[in-house]
Nanobody, 126 residues
Framework: VQLQAYGGGLVQAGGSLRLSCTAS????????WAWFRQAPGKEREFVAS????????EYSDSLKARFTISRDNAKNTVNLQINSLKPEDTAVYFC????????????????????WGQGTQVTVSS
């Protein structure tokens, strides 16, 4: 089972990026997915999560105005749209998944997730 995150890059402040994460090895349509990020010298930070159907989402309060999580179960893919990028968004972004159809109360905790992608670097220049 592997999660592959991609779509990061160097972007100017105010720009947008769309990150994607694809699972291989088994169908992940019944899993809850999430995105986290980790800036240098900081702890891994919760960004957003989405339940198995895509009908329920959770966001970090400080990020939800600019971030949108979505999924395509037919493609075994979860996406993260980031708008109005800021230099403080610079981080490695990780996708994660857990074998739970519904988002549990511990969704913001990295330990809640069983599977992780390798991360994709997002760098925002001012």
């Amino acid at each position: 089972v592997q999660l592959q995150a991609y779509g990061g890059g160097l972007v100017q402040a105010g720009g947008s990026l769309r990150l994607s994460c694809t699972a291989s090895g088994r169908p992940f349509s019944s899993y809850t997915w999430a995105w986290f990020r980790q800036a240098p010298g900081k702890e891994r930070e919760f960004v957003a999560s989405i339940n198995w159907s895509g009908g329920v989402t959770e966001y970090s309060d400080s990020l939800k105005a600019r971030f949108t999580i979505s999924r395509d179960n037919a493609k075994n893919t979860v996406n993260l749209q980031i708008n109005s990028l800021k230099p403080e968004d610079t981080a490695v972004y990780f996708c994660a998944a857990t074998n739970e159809r519904f988002i549990g109360s511990d969704y913001y905790n990295p330990g809640y997730y069983d599977h992780w992608g390798q991360g994709t670097q997002v760098t925002v220049s001012s």
